[in-house]
């Protein structure tokens, strides 16, 4: 079945630098590739999503790029803030299967 | 927000007691899921609905049934409770499937004593 491998698990950086969290997946049919992010203690939220016909998203400082042929993408933050501490979950859709299949998470500390 | 109540929030229960978790939306959203989360795990499938009365197991179905009698209802329950089965459980809704995104509810935390 389809398997999400997400790195690193822990991350920290200094306040005003970038964060990447990178994520393979091993179904070449899979075509949606959400990420979340849940703060300590809550709900986990929709940050940002792709889907395989596009090879990168931008929402302001967030961004996502897609490499089909790897099978991997990657969350990349910008100019990084104290409230973007968190945990942040990549995902693949399993085609067909009507679900999502989660990365293990990656915990993210901003360093003031 | 979407309009996901779960309930309880906070649940300790006994080992080997029946124990059901609910969840309730008013998006009218086909698929509801149940998941799973535990450190270290990230967040894991247990069942699915992709309509009234249609369910599917999930990665870590097995002590856990579901069921869904109306398209805002999803029911979670644990037949026997054990300690392996202390954890956050959240509920998600989707509109389409694999091609849109999750929304989930505030969870519910369970402890198995």
């Known amino acids: 079945g389809e398997n999400v491998e997400q790195h690193p698990s822990t991350l920290s950086v200094q306040e005003g630098d970038s964060a990447v969290i990178k994520c393979t997946y091993s179904d070449s049919a899979s075509n949606y590739f959400p990420w979340y992010k849940q703060e300590l203690g809550k709900r986990p939220q929709l940050i940002i999503d792709?889907?395989?016909?596009?090879g990168e998203k931008k929402d302001q400082r967030i961004a996502v790029t897609l490499n089909k042929t790897a099978k991997h993408f990657s969350l990349h933050i910008t100019e990084t803030q104290p409230e973007d501490s968190a945990v942040y979950f990549c995902?693949?859709?399993?085609?067909?299967?009507?679900?999502?299949?989660f990365g293990q998470g990656t915990r993210l500390t901003i360093n003031p | 927000d979407a309009g996901i109540t779960q309930s309880p929030r906070h649940k300790v229960t006994e080992t080997g007691t029946p124990v059901t978790l609910r969840c309730h939306q008013t998006?009218?959203?086909?698929?509801m899921y149940w998941y799973r989360q535990d450190p270290g795990h990230g967040l894991r499938l247990i069942h699915y609905?992709?309509?009234?009365?249609?369910?599917d197991k999930g990665e870590v179905s097995d002590g856990y049934s579901v069921s869904r009698s109306k398209t805002e209802d999803f029911l979670l329950t644990l037949e026997s409770a054990t300690s392996s089965q202390t954890s956050v459980y959240f509920c998600?809704?989707?509109?389409?499937?694999?091609?849109?995104?999750?929304?989930f509810g505030n969870g519910t935390r369970l402890t198995v004593t």
């Open positions: 609905s992709y309509g009234v009365k249609d369910t």
């Open positions: 995902a693949a859709s399993i085609q067909g299967a009507q679900k999502l299949v």
């Open positions: 792709i889907r395989s016909n596009v």
């Open positions: 998006e009218n959203h086909r698929y």
């Open positions: 998600a809704i989707s509109a389409t499937g694999d091609n849109s995104p999750l929304h």
